[in-house]
């Protein structure tokens, strides 16, 4: 009994949160297909995002790019922005070995503690890059979507922008409604302190608590 009012309040948090948090559908993901030949060589590098879909990890961050490292079958995400004035360095490990469909696999942990995968929908390598995840949780019958629109400078130009909005209005669930503009401004950009936060492996019932944590104290 607990445990089912312990769910249902997570639902109500999580539902609440929809509107700045987290991108959050009832049911299963659709089944959609990375990029097909995927160079990764090419693809390694740095990612201004442009637009996204909202993700707690990354709630208000602005001048926020990607980077990719390559390094012991292994590619490390790291998501860097600017925050209030403090710039946050996210990393994560993806395991990668050549020849590996575009899909980065994220263990759950301190950072994501959904462990949303990054799979690369399109890109061109040079300017611009479509990244999208989902993961569905069985228990609560509710998928987390994310997405990215990244371009290898700090602007996108309207033909590419126009072009990343089709690819996500192509796969069922990604309305494009849910992206978000990411501020790019160089005044927004100062920073005084810098946080490098690596990623660890949670448990399972730790996951379960640090969705809710937060929530649950909003509601008491
Ligand atoms: C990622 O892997 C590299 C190479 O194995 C390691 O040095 C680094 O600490 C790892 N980073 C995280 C966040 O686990
Ligand atoms: C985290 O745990 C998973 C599964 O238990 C394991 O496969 C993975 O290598 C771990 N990652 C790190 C960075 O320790």
Not at 9 to 20: F, H, I, P
Not at 121 to 145: F, Q, R, W
Request: glycine fraction near 4%; charged fraction near 20%; include cysteine.
């Amino acid at each position: 009994m607990y445990q089912k009012w312990f769910l249902l309040v997570s639902v109500l948090v999580l539902s609440a949160k929809l509107c700045t948090g987290q991108v959050l559908q009832f049911g299963t993901c659709g089944d959609v297909p990375p990029m097909q030949f995927f160079d990764l060589e090419r693809f390694l590098g740095e990612w201004y995002e442009i637009e996204r879909f909202p993700h707690w990890y990354e709630r208000y961050g602005e001048c926020a790019y990607l980077r990719f490292q390559y390094c012991e079958r292994r590619v490390e995400i790291e998501h860097i922005y600017v925050r209030t004035g403090v710039r946050f360095i996210l990393q994560q490990n993806s395991s990668y070995a050549p020849g590996d469909e575009a899909i980065f696999m994220i263990d759950s942990s301190n950072i994501d503690p959904i462990g949303i995968p990054m799979s690369v929908l399109n890109t061109d390598y040079s300017n611009y890059a479509v990244v999208y995840g989902c993961k569905y949780n069985e228990n609560l019958d509710i998928k987390y979507l994310s997405a990215w629109i990244l371009s290898r400078t700090s602007d996108l130009s309207e033909e590419m922008l126009q072009r990343a909005y089709q690819v996500l209005n192509s796969i069922p669930y990604a309305n494009i409604a849910y992206l978000e503009k990411v501020e790019q401004r160089t005044n927004l950009c100062k920073f005084h302190w810098t946080a490098v936060i690596a990623a660890e492996n949670i448990t399972d019932t730790m996951r379960t608590q640090t969705i809710s944590d937060d929530g649950v104290l909003a509601l008491l």
